[in-house]
């Protein structure tokens, strides 16, 4: 059986939004954490030769607060801020002090919601979660043990979200979701100003040492969008080539660069890709309006390719620090490994000026969230870029 394609469509480039808010103090609240801790920079030197690259760097969020996952990072800013604005307390004071508990509510299909159950239960609030169907049992069960009220429905992520917000409408709690619509826009805002923690730490973590490319998976497009209105600002006219990667089965952002008429393009369906954390139809409008302007490309990827990355990053070269990376975190990093060893894709390589001077970063946003699937394909062969590659077999 040939292998399904990795697709790619080069972006009609239109004026991106002002990303000036977006370059946030997030990490000075982070900090205020005890579990606080830069998540490591790895920089796979061997690897980057044997691939014909300059460097390879991996920012490793498995470490990230314990949780396995980098999407704390948005919950607890958001949730943080929210909390700030009701009360008038001053940021830093929030975890010093307790208040009347809320009720915050999201969708997500894991990670999301344990960033949330976990900032509630920091804060003394109260969260609830609904997963999509499908949504893994170790995800739900790390979820409620953070003291949430959670469930798996029977919808998709999109419906979810917008039985979500039905239910705060009803109870009169609080959406805490990373993708914005008419009216709903200042949560997700402060979502993607928590996730610039990750640049300000890879900058440090960089020590003066320029990235010329950078590879970001998506669901809705609120980390990509975040990470790379940050670097933007950070570099100016000396921005890295920004490259969105895809699921197949989920690729609004990718669909909506294709189409180039001005409107956002959603994907409908069961979504049943092994990328659980990117399984989002409907983008995120902050993000999409900074992707528009400074992402190069967007990659449509069959489910080898998120695969290939999280058993690349098991099983490094030698000499090469090993990486623990889940379906949705290696996405991005098994994209940039197969446009420079798949013949095939020799054009879109040469078109992303992928050669020996690039400096390439990528981040692997979870761990082994879902460890039984991840042994299933890390120890188990199971997505192979032939028979059974694009089948969720697993």
């Known amino acids: 059986m040939k292998k399904e394609k990795i697709e790619m469509v080069w972006n009609q480039k239109k004026e991106?939004?002002?990303?000036?808010?977006?370059?946030?103090?997030?990490?000075?609240?982070?900090?205020?954490?005890?579990?606080?801790?830069?998540?490591?920079?790895?920089?796979?030197k061997n690897l980057a030769k044997k691939l014909g690259v300059n460097h390879i760097f991996v920012k490793d969020e498995s470490f990230r607060f314990g949780l396995n996952a980098f999407k704390v990072l948005g919950a607890s800013y958001a949730i943080a801020k929210y909390i700030s604005q009701k009360t008038g307390q001053d940021l830093k004071d929030i975890l010093k002090t307790k208040v009347k508990p809320m009720t915050f509510v999201t969708a997500t299909d894991g990670n999301h919601g344990r960033g949330v159950a976990w900032t509630a239960k920091q804060l003394g609030q109260k969260a609830v979660v609904y997963m999509p169907k499908g949504s893994s049992q170790e995800r739900l069960h790390n979820i409620i043990a953070e003291g949430a009220t959670a469930e798996i429905t029977d919808m998709n992520y999109d419906d979810a979200v917008r039985f979500s917000e039905q239910k705060a409408k009803?109870?009169?709690?609080?959406?805490?979701q990373d993708t914005a619509w008419e009216g709903y826009t200042d949560i997700p805002t402060w979502i993607m100003q928590g996730y610039t923690t990750i640049g300000q730490e890879i900058i440090e973590q960089l020590q003066g040492q320029k990235i010329t490319h950078i590879f970001l998976q998506a669901g809705v497009g609120s980390m990509a969008g975040a990470i790379t209105g940050?670097?933007?600002?950070?570099?100016?006219?000396?921005?890295?080539?920004i490259i969105?990667?895809?699921?197949?089965?989920?690729?609004?952002?990718?669909?909506?660069?294709?189409?180039?008429?001005?409107?956002?393009?959603?994907?409908?369906?069961?979504?049943?890709?092994i990328m659980a954390g990117l399984a989002c139809g409907?983008?995120?409008?902050?993000?999409?309006?900074?992707?528009?302007?400074y992402a190069e490309a967007f990659f449509s990827c069959p489910e080898y390719?998120?695969?290939?990355?999280?058993?690349?990053?098991?099983?490094?070269?030698?000499?090469?620090?090993?990486?623990?990376?889940?379906?949705?975190?290696?996405a991005g990093f098994g994209c940039m490994a197969n446009l420079l060893q798949d013949k095939e894709?020799?054009?879109?390589?040469?078109?992303?000026?992928?050669?020996?001077?690039?400096?390439?970063l990528c981040i692997s946003t979870e761990?082994?969230?879902?460890?039984?699937?991840?042994?299933?394909?890390?120890?188990?062969?199971?997505?192979?870029?032939?028979?059974?590659?694009?089948?969720?077999?697993?």
Not at 345 to 360: G, M, T
């Open 230 to 241: 940050f670097f933007v600002n950070h570099w100016k006219e000396e921005k890295p080539i």
């Open 244 to 273: 969105v990667v895809e699921p197949q089965k989920a690729n609004c952002l990718y669909q909506t660069a294709k189409a180039n008429d001005g409107n956002l393009h959603c994907v409908t369906g069961e979504m049943d890709t």
């Open 16 to 44: 991106g939004e002002d990303t000036a808010f977006l370059n946030a103090k997030a990490i000075e609240f982070h900090k205020s954490f005890s579990v606080y801790q830069k998540t490591p920079l790895v920089c796979l």
């Open 367 to 394: 761990g082994d969230t879902d460890a039984q699937n991840y042994q299933n394909i890390v120890w188990g062969g199971k997505y192979s870029k032939f028979e059974g590659g694009g089948k969720n077999d697993v």
């Open 170 to 176: 009803e109870n009169g709690w609080i959406v805490v």
């Open 305 to 330: 390719v998120a695969a290939d990355g999280m058993r690349m990053l098991a099983a490094p070269v030698k000499g090469d620090t090993a990486v623990i990376s889940g379906e949705s975190g290696a």
């Open 345 to 360: 894709l020799e054009e879109f390589k040469k078109k992303l000026k992928l050669d020996k001077n690039s400096n390439i």
């Open 282 to 293: 409907e983008p995120c409008s902050i993000g999409w309006n900074i992707l528009k302007g």
